[in-house]
Nanobody, 124 residues
């Protein structure tokens, strides 16, 4: 069973918006800090945004600041990434990830659980 499942990806025009969702299942008590990463073919997976267990602390990559918002609903075991002002450089597979620490983390290898990804394509 895949512990994290992303949804909400798709094709959008430049300047548009999308909201990605991540549904957690299984041992959700292990999914404390959460994050979003993205990857394009031939490049390393890169950090996009992270949120602490309480939701009080968030962190964003420079490219995401002011455009993307990460949030979570612990009662529903859901994490979201609201993306606005999208541009073609945002085209990537977006991954939801979780780790056991309560804080925010930027390093992919520090995350313990991963989803399979959702493709976001931004057309010019």
């Amino acid at each position: 069973q895949v512990p994290l499942v992303e949804s909400g990806g798709g094709l959008v025009q430049a300047g548009g918006s999308l909201r990605l969702s991540c549904a957690a299942s299984g041992r959700t008590y292990n999914y404390r800090g959460m994050g979003w990463f993205r990857q394009v073919p031939g490049k390393e997976r890169e950090f996009v945004a992270a949120i602490s267990w309480s939701g009080d602390n968030t962190d964003y990559a420079e490219s995401a600041k002011g455009r993307f918002t990460i949030s979570r609903d612990n009662a529903k075991n859901m994490v979201y990434l609201q993306m606005t002002s999208l541009n073609p450089e945002d085209t990537a597979v977006y991954y939801c990830a979780a780790h056991r620490d309560i804080g925010v983390l930027r390093i992919a290898r520090e995350y313990n659980y991963w989803g399979r990804g959702a493709l976001v394509t931004v057309s010019s």
